[in-house]
């Protein structure tokens, strides 16, 4: 799936939308922000199944 490879390979793309909801569609971001709802909405205009994914406002640190 080239979405979730695109979130893998992008982690300062995705850094710029800490805090908000991303729609991916290929390899690129079709609509963001905080309301999921809304972000899906507007990414559905691109395709019937968008990935979303929520960018938290920090990295974790996993022991």
């Keep these: ?6 979130i893998a390979s992008n982690p300062k793309e995705r850094a710029k939308y800490q805090g908000e909801y991303i729609a991916i569609v290929g390899e690129r971001i ?5 309301d ?5 909405s507007e990414a559905t205009k691109f395709t ?3 990935l979303l994914s929520y960018v938290p406002k920090a990295e974790a640190l996993v022991l």
């Design 36 to 40: 999921p709802a809304q972000v899906w």
């Design 48 to 50: 019937a199944e968008p």
């Design 1 to 6: 799936m080239k979405e979730l490879n695109w």
């Design 30 to 34: 079709v609509a963001h922000g905080e």
